[in-house]
């Protein structure tokens, strides 16, 4: 059963007076428990369509029908549940506030999902743990490698047990190593917890490894929309 | 997120710009504590100059002249409304009309103004001063019922007198003070001044010269005059009292000293030779006749009874005046010195809300990715927006609490200054600031109000930061 359904979807920014287009006429359908992931170059749109589905931005034309609502009908409070409760977003550079150490970003999610004080401290520290970082709960930021705060990302990413996770180059900033072991998490995440993820990446052979679907994207057009074996 | 939420990462927000949010709320504490010191001095002459009225019973009080005078219009310059009253026909006040007020309902008690000059001497030392005559029945109400020393006269007819306190220096006395021990500085005790306890005063004798009227010298007076050799056709009488009672001081507001030092009972008052007119005006009004009074005041029993007791002395044709109808006007007046007051101090409060709005913005500006992060983890526009309302909140209350202190600690520092001025001129301490509860309340109220008005718009900017862009923001 589709989870997302993306129609004719297309986002135009305006620069002065010239209409620059970010997304063409974008149309696919991702199923609950998919592993999706979103291959392209720089510049190619996969970042705006990650953006316009976790409700971020909005689009200008076209549909995207989360979980039987339409995003693009949604006011912004609406926006702000989805995003707080429908999904989780990971980000090549983590964007954890850096002043609060592991423990308090991942409680902020949960401060913004309406946890009670009392539960949230065990709840943000079982989801440091689940990701391995039970030992550097107190560590901010500047304290922790590369790998750890996108640990810590994931982990608030899941604090609201969002229906889809969205990651958006999430080993951009990482090692080889690190990246695999990032990848690592977010299939175990797929597959145990039966969480739809959509991935966008440069990586093209790390997609092909974890992914259940593969869409390619050039100049804001999906170019081609193949099988996985096609794809390799 | 619930508002202990708000609040507790509000806090932790600050606590992050410790030096940044310090200096902010410097700035409204200073405004508070400038606005407050201010208005507190405007509420303290207001609550002085009342209290001063309460404790002499002015409220009661009700003065009848025979003129009907509408004070309003004549304050207001109405030139056909003094006109009209020159015109008037004056009503007498002759003791049958004196008697005739005693017996409306709600008078507790009327008695005729009679003040006249004299010298006195208390104690070896002399003075002049002006004797007030008032009824025996007088012992009764503020603040003849609450004497330094002594008691107020028993009756009408009795030969001693009730002296205020504040006119002791006058014959060179300093009172005991239990409190402090008065020492002489060495130009008093050239001058002979004495400390004496208010006790030791009562029973000592006054000796009281008058002057009245000798119509047989006034041919001579006249014929002086012709030969450049003026002389006066005024007869000296001297008439000795006993000093029975010492007034308490009224207050820095409520003296009644202009119309007289020494009290002295009305049928002594009488018995005494003196001018026949209690002041200037009575000699030049050519319409004052003997065995009337230029005025007669009015005591009534309860406050609420005021317009009754004014009705039925209207209808009398005479003239009524009463210092609780000023009271509006008073309190009209003080509004307005506590306006000015209190605008000055809002001038450096309102300061202080620029400080606000600079200090939200230039958050803005640092924490906009931080903004963006907390957008992209389900944060709404509303809560961002309140994140930085508790913030200024924050800054507003404790700024406001502190400048409550720092107002009320300028407000005692001002008050110390001031009696070290007065205290060695043998004056009370007084306290010109007062700082009642709606002040209190209202000056945190206006901190808050301010601090909000001023996180309006860096609230307001902060909720429509673009998240897709604030993401980027480094």
Redesign the interface.
């Given at each position: 059963m589709a989870i997302l359904s993306v129609s004719g979807l297309e986002k135009t920014y305006k620069k002065g007076k010239v209409d620059i287009p970010a997304l063409l006429n974008v149309t696919f359908e991702i199923n609950e428990g998919e592993f999706f992931s979103v291959v392209g170059k720089s510049g190619s749109g996969k970042s705006t369509l990650l953006n316009l589905i976790g409700g971020l931005d909005r689009a200008t034309a076209g549909t995207i029908i989360f979980d039987g609502n339409d995003l693009r009908k949604m006011n912004r409070t609406e926006l702000a549940n989805h995003r707080r409760f429908s999904v989780g977003m990971i980000f090549q550079s983590f964007n954890l506030i850096k002043s609060r150490n592991a423990l308090e970003n991942v409680e902020l999610a949960l401060i913004f999902g309406g946890v009670p004080r009392n539960q949230r401290s065990k709840k943000a520290t079982d989801l440091l743990t689940q990701v391995g970082l039970g030992h550097r709960l107190t560590h901010t930021p500047d304290e922790l490698s590369g790998g750890e705060n996108q640990r810590v990302a994931i982990a608030r990413a899941l604090a609201n047990n969002p229906k889809m996770l969205l990651a958006d180059e999430p080993t951009g900033n990482l090692d080889s190593e690190t990246a695999g072991e990032i990848i690592e998490i977010l299939s175990n995440l797929n597959k145990s917890r039966h969480l739809t993820v959509i991935m966008v990446t440069h990586d093209l052979e790390t997609a092909e490894i974890v992914s259940d679907h593969i869409i390619r994207m050039k100049d804001g057009k999906i170019v081609e929309l193949p099988q996985k074996t096609e794809v390799l | 997120?619930?508002l202990?939420?708000m609040i507790i990462?509000g806090f932790s927000n600050l606590w992050?710009t410790k030096l940044r949010t310090l200096l902010t709320t410097l700035g409204v504490v200073i405004g508070i504590g400038a606005l407050t010191s201010m208005v507190s001095f405007g509420t303290g002459m207001q609550k002085n100059v009342t209290d001063a009225f309460k404790n002499n019973d002015l409220f009661t009080s009700i003065t009848v002249t025979p003129k009907q005078v509408n004070i309003d219009e004549i304050a207001s310059g109405s030139v056909s409304e003094i006109a009209e009253t020159l015109k008037q026909e004056s009503v007498p006040l002759t003791d049958s009309m004196l008697r005739a007020i005693k017996q409306i309902p709600g008078v507790e008690i009327a008695y005729p103004n009679m003040e006249f000059p004299a010298r006195v001497t208390l104690l070896g030392d002399s003075t002049s001063l002006r004797f007030q005559a008032m009824p025996a029945e007088m012992k009764k109400y503020k603040p003849f019922n609450d004497m330094l020393a002594g008691s107020f006269y028993k009756t009408d007819s009795s030969g001693c007198v009730v002296i205020r306190e504040e006119i002791l220096s006058r014959f060179k006395i300093r009172l005991e003070n239990d409190d402090k021990k008065i020492i002489l500085t060495k130009e008093d005790s050239a001058k002979g001044v004495k400390i004496l306890s208010p006790d030791s005063i009562i029973g000592k004798t006054i000796s009281v010269v008058s002057l009245s009227m000798n119509t047989s010298k006034i041919p001579n007076a006249l014929f002086s005059l012709l030969r450049n050799k003026p002389e006066v056709p005024f007869e000296e009488t001297v008439t000795e009292l006993t000093v029975c009672g010492i007034l308490k001081k009224s207050g820095p507001f409520g003296s009644d000293l202009f119309k007289g030092g020494i009290i002295i009972p009305t049928g002594t008052a009488q018995k005494i030779p003196k001018l026949g007119f209690s002041s200037v005006y009575d000699l030049l009004d050519n319409k004052h006749k003997k065995g009337t009074y230029s005025s007669i005041h009015v005591r009534i029993n309860d406050l609420k009874r005021m317009d009754e007791v004014k009705k039925a002395l209207k209808d009398m044709k005479v003239g009524v005046f009463s210092v609780a109808d000023q009271l509006e006007e008073i309190k009209r007046g003080f509004l307005l010195l506590d306006s000015m007051l209190g605008a000055i101090g809002a001038i450096a409060l309102i300061v202080a809300g620029l400080g606000i709005i600079n200090t939200m913005v230039m958050s803005i500006l640092e924490r906009t990715?931080?903004i963006?992060?907390?957008?992209?983890?389900?944060?709404?526009?509303?809560?961002i927006k309140m994140i930085f309302f508790v913030e200024a909140a924050v800054i507003g209350l404790i700024g406001g609490i502190f400048g409550l202190i720092l107002g009320w600690i300028v407000t005692k520092v001002a008050n110390l200054v001031m009696n070290a001025q007065i205290l060695p001129a043998g004056e009370d301490p007084l306290s010109l600031f007062y700082f009642p509860a709606w002040l209190i309340l209202g000056a945190l109220a206006f901190s808050l109000f301010i601090s909000l008005a001023a996180a309006l718009y860096p609230a307001m900017r902060a909720a429509r930061i673009?998240?897709?862009k604030a993401?980027r923001h480094d």
């Open positions: - | 997120m619930n202990t939420d990462l992050r990715r931080e963006g992060i907390m957008k992209a983890i389900g944060g709404s526009e509303t809560e673009d998240p897709v993401l």
